[in-house]
RNA sequence: GUGAUUGUAGUUCAGUUGGUUAGAACGCCUGGUUGUGGUCCAGGAGGUCGCCGGUUCGAGUCCGGUCUUUCACCCCA
């Protein structure tokens, strides 16, 4: 006999696991339909010509690639096995596991132009695979929840992210949160300032490593990928720089003045503030996070990321604005913004913190206890008077021991059980026991149900 | 993908330099209580020591491979 496993970097979520992810989906679901968010779907496979390409090398590798069904090897020669894998692959496989939620939904635009009425708005809760190494806060199967809006250039789309992120987070009470903001077009800028034009893509890719591995590190990288040191001293002045949102903006316009993308960036960031202001939200959680890069190379303008604070996970949502996305499926000048909830990281930090409510689970409120083949049709009818007045009810199963049936509820943490033997049927009256404080009594079913129904 | 690391009952973990029959707690089952759970008492079941191979008179313990866990790099939710 063989020990039955599951593949790495995937879960199995038990009942109390898939409360607690549900009142975080539910959260999530409801803040996006009040903001006017209408829910899609696409295939958990999507033909691979959609998705190579789309996250760069890096990504293709982490793509989960599909076996064509049948023989897939009638197809192939001899030749297409020593030409390689990249060669083998295209002959073997034509399609894969999503790999994010955003590039399908690219595809779903691009393929209903004709029937969407544009700005659109949706809003998508599947999950995507990566085969990348496993580590804490990180699978191989997880779920996004993703929102965009494609079809509009505003920028309270991005006063509108930010404050769902905020009400998200709320409605989930945690309260230690920051959401870090950025805008692309500020960091071309800086390169352009220190003289590193068109180096944007290694100047991302070493900065958003600041808060790890510190200054010194960071301007190793640099000068390993190619900067001057002349560049790295125009640059000292940005890390350094400290204050509010509107000082380093103050700071910002003075140091661009001969950038003309990198003060586009900051007139951005400033109306999005300015429309924030009419939020009237009590504290907004931003900071201006100039090393805040994401490596994702499809954002052109703002980018954000989500920390919680105090907890060692990675970001807990991420999301920006993308001018092309749709650009390589045939569909120019669709500029679009999006964020993405990761569900699995906001699991943890839930965990850790201890911030879930008492009660997750929508528990049965009543067991009826076995008594026997007589006494069931009583316990039937009566099964069915508590459900039709809103109770969560059941009979257990089978005529066991007492014993066992009462386990039974005490371990479900049903919190009332209902006796139907001789006495009760003799009398009428049934048996109610509130298994919290042991007590007992007999009642009419009138009394028995709104006595249940008031214990909440 | 690169370099480390972990794996022993359902769960959390002990297990000495390689040495007889691999232990504990909790959980589970049975009984004490034939109509009463959560407390208590008595008893019981449950392990191919991740898997495959090697060294050895002898391997949970040493070696190799493989799978899994965690971590760093890369990248990311």
């Given at each position: 006999m063989q020990k039955p496993s599951i593949p790495r970097g995937t879960r199995d979520f038990g009942p109390l696991q898939m409360a607690k992810r549900n009142y975080i989906f539910n959260t999530i679901r409801e803040v996006y339909e009040q903001y006017g968010f209408a829910q899609l779907e696409t295939p958990t496979m999507e033909n691979l010509s959609v998705l190579t390409g789309k996250y760069g090398d890096e990504g293709d590798q982490l793509l989960f690639k599909v076996l064509n069904s049948g023989d897939f090897l009638s197809k192939t020669q001899a030749q297409d096995y020593s030409a390689g894998s990249k060669t083998m692959l295209t002959k073997i496989s034509e399609k894969g596991l999503r790999y994010d939620l955003t590039v399908p939904f690219a595809r779903y635009v691009v393929m209903h132009r004709n029937e969407i009425s544009f700005p659109f708005k949706r809003y998508q809760i599947q999950p995507v695979w990566r085969a990348d190494r496993p580590q804490r806060g990180r699978y191989r199967e997880f779920y996004q929840c993703d929102a965009d809006v494609v079809g509009t250039n505003s920028l309270l789309c991005e006063a509108e992210i930010i404050a769902m992120i905020?009400?998200?987070?709320?409605?989930?009470?945690?309260?230690?949160?920051?959401?870090?903001?950025?805008?692309?077009?500020?960091?071309?800028?800086?390169?352009?300032?220190?003289?590193?034009?068109?180096?944007?893509?290694?100047?991302?890719?070493?900065?958003?490593?600041?808060?790890?591995?510190?200054?010194?590190?960071?301007?190793?990288?640099?000068?390993?990928?190619?900067?001057?040191?002349?560049?790295?001293?125009?640059?000292?002045?940005?890390?350094?720089?400290?204050?509010?949102?509107?000082?380093?903006?103050?700071?910002?316009k003075d140091y661009f003045s001969a950038s003309e993308t990198g003060l586009q960036g900051v007139k951005e960031t400033e109306e999005i503030l300015s429309h924030l202001q009419s939020y009237e939200l009590e504290d907004n959680h931003l900071e201006l996070d100039l090393t805040l890069a994401r490596g994702l190379s499809y954002y052109t303008g703002t980018i954000f990321e989500v920390k919680a604070n105090g907890v060692q996970i990675g970001s807990i949502t991420g999301g920006g604005r993308y001018d092309n996305l749709t650009g390589v499926f045939g569909l120019k000048d669709i500029s679009g913004v999006g964020i993405s909830f990761g569900v699995d990281r906001i699991y943890d930090v839930l965990e850790e913190l201890d911030l879930y409510p008492e009660s997750t689970a929508t528990?049965?409120?009543?067991?009826?206890?076995?008594?026997?083949?007589?006494?069931?049709?009583?316990?039937?009818?009566?099964?069915q008077g508590l459900r039709k007045e809103g109770i969560r009810a059941e009979m257990y199963p089978d005529t066991a021991k007492m014993k066992k049936q009462m386990s039974y509820a005490n371990n479900l943490n049903i919190p009332f059980v209902v006796l139907i033997g001789e006495d009760e049927i003799a009398t009428g009256n049934y048996t109610l026991k509130n298994m919290i404080d042991g007590e007992q009594a007999a009642y009419k079913i009138n009394d028995l149900i709104s006595k249940i129904k008031n214990s909440r």
């Amino acid at each position: 006999m063989q020990k039955p496993s599951i593949p790495r970097g995937t879960r199995d979520f038990g009942p109390l696991q898939m409360a607690k992810r549900n009142y975080i989906f539910n959260t999530i679901r409801e803040v996006y339909e009040q903001y006017g968010f209408a829910q899609l779907e696409t295939p958990t496979m999507e033909n691979l010509s959609v998705l190579t390409g789309k996250y760069g090398d890096e990504g293709d590798q982490l793509l989960f690639k599909v076996l064509n069904s049948g023989d897939f090897l009638s197809k192939t020669q001899a030749q297409d096995y020593s030409a390689g894998s990249k060669t083998m692959l295209t002959k073997i496989s034509e399609k894969g596991l999503r790999y994010d939620l955003t590039v399908p939904f690219a595809r779903y635009v691009v393929m209903h132009r004709n029937e969407i009425s544009f700005p659109f708005k949706r809003y998508q809760i599947q999950p995507v695979w990566r085969a990348d190494r496993p580590q804490r806060g990180r699978y191989r199967e997880f779920y996004q929840c993703d929102a965009d809006v494609v079809g509009t250039n505003s920028l309270l789309c991005e006063a509108e992210i930010i404050a769902m992120i905020n009400e998200v987070f709320n409605g989930l009470k945690l309260s230690d949160f920051t959401i870090k903001l950025n805008n692309r077009k500020i960091l071309v800028g800086i390169t352009e300032v220190i003289g590193a034009e068109g180096k944007e893509a290694d100047f991302c890719v070493a900065i958003d490593k600041l808060d790890k591995i510190g200054l010194d590190k960071v301007n190793e990288e640099l000068i390993q990928r190619g900067f001057s040191q002349e560049s790295i001293k125009l640059l000292k002045p940005v890390f350094e720089f400290e204050g509010t949102i509107n000082d380093k903006l103050a700071f910002l316009k003075d140091y661009f003045s001969a950038s003309e993308t990198g003060l586009q960036g900051v007139k951005e960031t400033e109306e999005i503030l300015s429309h924030l202001q009419s939020y009237e939200l009590e504290d907004n959680h931003l900071e201006l996070d100039l090393t805040l890069a994401r490596g994702l190379s499809y954002y052109t303008g703002t980018i954000f990321e989500v920390k919680a604070n105090g907890v060692q996970i990675g970001s807990i949502t991420g999301g920006g604005r993308y001018d092309n996305l749709t650009g390589v499926f045939g569909l120019k000048d669709i500029s679009g913004v999006g964020i993405s909830f990761g569900v699995d990281r906001i699991y943890d930090v839930l965990e850790e913190l201890d911030l879930y409510p008492e009660s997750t689970a929508t528990q049965v409120q009543v067991m009826i206890v076995n008594f026997g083949e007589e006494m069931m049709n009583k316990g039937i009818a009566l099964l069915q008077g508590l459900r039709k007045e809103g109770i969560r009810a059941e009979m257990y199963p089978d005529t066991a021991k007492m014993k066992k049936q009462m386990s039974y509820a005490n371990n479900l943490n049903i919190p009332f059980v209902v006796l139907i033997g001789e006495d009760e049927i003799a009398t009428g009256n049934y048996t109610l026991k509130n298994m919290i404080d042991g007590e007992q009594a007999a009642y009419k079913i009138n009394d028995l149900i709104s006595k249940i129904k008031n214990s909440r």
